[in-house]
């Protein structure tokens, strides 16, 4: 059963950092794209950051310069370090993950990020 758990979620001010973990389990097949997307309250899902296997990233215009997806191959495990949090970051953070061969992707079941003013 593949299960994603996310870690390193709270309460930080504004300015501040923190630094999420993903880690996925039941994994047979290879992952190809992992990340993170986040839901503000009355907003949609959005993508924040992802990677490919070969190491290729892609952000949102909003965090670009002040967050860095990585990841680890070899243990399924993604990140999301996030510096100069701003207000605007708040939002429950969910880890992706991109499974080809079997044609699905999976998620975590959300972190919560509140950055305080």
């Known amino acids: 059963q593949v299960q994603l758990v996310e870690s390193g979620g709270g309460l930080v001010q504004a300015g501040g950092s923190l630094r999420l973990s993903c880690a996925a389990s039941?994994?047979?097949?290879?992952?190809?794209?992992m990340g993170w997307y986040r839901q503000a309250p009355g907003k949609q899902r959005e993508l924040v950051a992802v990677v490919t296997r070969g190491d290729t990233t892609n952000y949102a215009d909003s965090v670009k310069g002040r967050f860095t997806v990585s990841r680890d191959n070899t243990r399924n495990w993604v990140y999301l370090q996030m510096n100069s949090l701003k207000s605007d970051d708040t939002g429950v953070y969910y880890c992706?993950?991109?499974?080809?061969?079997?044609?699905?992707?999976?998620w975590g079941q959300g972190t919560q990020v509140t950055v305080s003013s």
């Open positions: 039941g994994i047979i097949f290879r992952i190809s794209r």
């Open positions: 992706n993950i991109q499974v080809p061969d079997v044609g699905r992707e999976y």
